[in-house]
């Protein structure tokens, strides 16, 4: 026994280290924790944000171009132009009804209501991305999906005759730009349902983290009749440009 | 066009300035607000107590004496005060070295913030000076006093209000329509950021450097040689909690300067300073638990300064990292605003613990600070909120930043 060193922890700073080892240890699962998305967003139908940008964005074909009232256009080789909604909004709504569609020969300017999305009593108007005369309208929109591979194809609600495409079409976001916008809408649109939640005392099972949290596809469609007015002033009049 | 054309054309414009500056000196706004008609009566009162404790000197007005030159008005306005205004040093670090652009719309109004607290605060250093007069020693040079820690804060004061000052100029440089200048200020505001972080974490630690030659004045519970490292740390989550807290009551007091669009984004931007908050405090209580276990003070915890300690750490270290946390996690502003509220009050508790309380806490006679005290502390926080309301109301500050002021004249055409 005479070799026996009684080591004091205090005197080596044993607790210390272990004070040391302890918190490097801690503050992994706590920082993990912090970031963790909240209990709201368990919902097992919530798909993540990332994920319907993707989808959005990788949807858009070239010579697509996007009006800030989430509406789109593209001009056909025969100098027809397809005029419908973006798959935005159709993202945010799920499927809706298309009401007061306009006729054919009708003379549209730009900016005027050229349908109205229905659901449930809910509206939402849409308006004209570019002036000119309609041709044809399509009354199977409805039955096509906003993640179709074809939705620009057979999901457009018009064919207009243009009468000011060269003008009008400065105004419209197309390629990168329209990237870039669509990922800022989404960001806009978790905060807008975070912010109308808590506004309205409403709390619908598939909600949005306001930070880096995920949003779930056909969010608008569990909020109530006010809420789809502010949307409309939000996202669709807001973004009116003259 | 002509010389004389040019220099016509210049006078006219100094001219109109001169004007736009006369016109913007006009009070905006009501006279009798709640608000004005408690701080003006405090503001009078402060500024005739100042004017005493000048003409008298410093025994007319405080209880500081020999023993305890140190009081109040050091341990609040100075290091209090500073540690709350940690916040402009912590989010332009987040802004312009971390490149988090979300935060961008609050960095004007937290780098106001903290100039004035530096102004304010740290000039209310110059009250409790002997000879104030001697305050230009460090500077010019008549004795440095280079093995002082107050050396370094001096100078890192001075230098510190200067680059918020670069900081913040290209919103002075808006307001005056002088688009020159504000290129030029806008060019210099990273290399100022810079500097001004890099200062900011050294006299943030410095203020508690101050401390340490006080080793057997100080509450064993209290002191440690790590006070530098605790007042550093603590004052990441001080300023936050400042700017959440300031920044809440500013948003609804100046609400039509601010945007429908930046009112929803800042209570956004909270929950990210929460999450900034509960990370910094969770490491301050390993420091904390860490310095106990090092000084080997655990006994003293049964004292009634122990309970005092206990109460400082679980009160108002642990319970607002809680409510930090829970407020994240169930997306509840108001607890995030509460979580604030109680860290700031324990960073009150904290640093007083250290420069005022626990200071000469074995002493036959305590110091208590005169009601004149209080009331000069009060004044000194009421004038800064006039000068910042002031600011805020003609400023650029809160509304967008990079949209461009009208030509003065329409803006004169508009006051009168």
């Known amino acids: 026994m005479e070799d026996f060193v009684h080591v004091n922890i205090f005197a080596t700073k044993g607790i210390e ?29 919530v798909s993540s944000i990332q994920d319907a940008i993707q989808k959005m964005v990788g949807s858009i074909p070239k010579g697509v171009f996007l009006d800030p009232t989430h509406s789109w256009t593209f001009l056909e080789p025969s100098g027809s132009a397809r005029v419908g909604v973006d798959n935005f909004l ?5 499927p809706v ?132 007015v502010e949307f409309q002033a939000e996202f669709i009049d807001a973004n009116k440009v003259d | 066009m002509s010389q004389i054309e040019t220099v016509a054309s210049a006078e006219a414009q100094a001219d109109s300035r001169w004007r736009f500056l006369l016109s913007e000196l006009k009070p905006k706004g009501k006279i009798f607000t709640p608000f004005n008609i408690v701080s003006v009566p405090i503001i009078i009162l402060g500024l005739i107590i100042i004017f005493i404790r000048f003409w008298k000197g410093l025994g007319a007005v405080t209880n500081l004496s020999q023993t305890v030159p140190w009081g109040l008005w050091i341990g609040f306005d100075v290091v209090t005060g500073v540690a709350f205004a940690g916040g402009a040093y912590v989010l332009t670090f987040m802004v312009y070295v971390l490149n988090l652009k979300k935060y961008e719309p609050i960095v004007r109004v937290t780098v106001l913030n903290g100039f004035l607290a530096y102004l304010f605060y740290a000039g209310a250093l110059l009250l409790d000076l002997g000879r104030p007069w001697n305050v230009i020693n460090p500077i010019i040079g008549n004795s440095f006093g280079t093995s002082s820690v107050l050396f370094l804060v001096a100078w890192h004061f001075m230098l510190y209000m200067l680059a918020t000052l670069i900081e ?87 609400s039509e300067k601010v945007s429908d669009k930046d009112h929803k984004h800042h209570d956004k931007l909270i929950f990210g300073m929460a999450k900034v908050c509960a990370g910094a405090m969770f490491a301050y209580l390993f420091l904390k638990l860490l310095i106990l276990v090092h000084e080997q003070q655990w006994a003293l915890l049964s004292t009634g300064f122990g309970a005092w300690y206990l109460l400082e750490i679980v009160g108002f270290v642990i319970l607002p990292m809680i409510l930090f946390i829970s407020s994240i996690k169930q997306h509840n502003l108001v607890l995030s605003k509460i979580a604030a509220v109680l860290t700031l009050v ?68 508009e006051a009168e």
């Open chain 2, 346 to 413: 324990g960073i009150i508790l904290n640093r007083l613990n250290i420069t005022v309380i626990g200071f000469h806490w074995d002493a036959a006679v305590r110091y208590v600070p005169t009601w004149m005290e209080i009331v000069v502390t009060l004044a000194i926080i009421f004038i800064e909120i006039w000068v910042f309301r002031w600011v805020i109301l003609r400023m650029p500050v809160l509304s967008k930043l990079s949209k461009y002021r009208k030509p003065l004249t329409h803006q004169i055409n």
């Open chain 1, 90 to 94: 159709l993202a945010a709504t799920g």
């Open chain 1, 97 to 228: 009804n298309y009401s007061e569609l306009r006729n054919t020969g009708d003379k549209i300017t730009r900016g005027d209501v050229i349908s109205v999305l229905e659901k449930e009593g809910k509206q939402l108007k849409v308006y004209s991305p570019i002036s000119g005369t309609i041709e044809r309208s399509n009354r199977k929109a409805s039955n096509v999906n906003s993640s179709d591979s074809e939705f620009y194809d057979q999901g457009w609600l018009y064919k207009v005759r243009p009468t000011n495409w060269k003008q009008e079409v400065g105004r419209l976001l197309f390629a990168r730009k329209a990237e870039e916008w669509i990922k800022a809408e989404f960001d806009r649109l978790k905060d807008f349902f975070a912010f109308s939640t808590g506004k309205y005392g409403y709390n619908p099972e598939m909600v949005i983290l306001q930070d880096g949290g995920a949003l779930a596809e056909q969010a608008l469609d569990q909020f109530p009749a006010e809420i789809w």
């Open chain 2, 168 to 254: 913040f100029s290209p919103a002075v440089a808006e307001w005056l329509g002088m688009e020159r200048a504000r290129r030029i200020l806008k060019g210099m505001t990273i290399g100022a950021v810079i500097f001004g972080i890099t200062l900011s974490t050294l006299h943030q630690s410095g203020l508690g450097a101050l401390y340490l030659m006080a080793v057997d004045k100080i509450h064993p519970l209290w002191y440690t040689e790590f006070i530098p490292i605790l007042f550093f740390v603590s004052s990441i989550f001080a300023g936050l909690s400042m700017v959440i807290f300031e920044g809440s009551i500013t948003y609804r007091v100046f």
């Open chain 1, 17 to 45: 280290y272990l004070v040391v080892i302890a918190f490097l240890l801690a503050i992994i699962p706590f920082w993990r924790y912090l970031n963790s998305p909240g209990r709201l967003t368990a919902s097992p139908v």
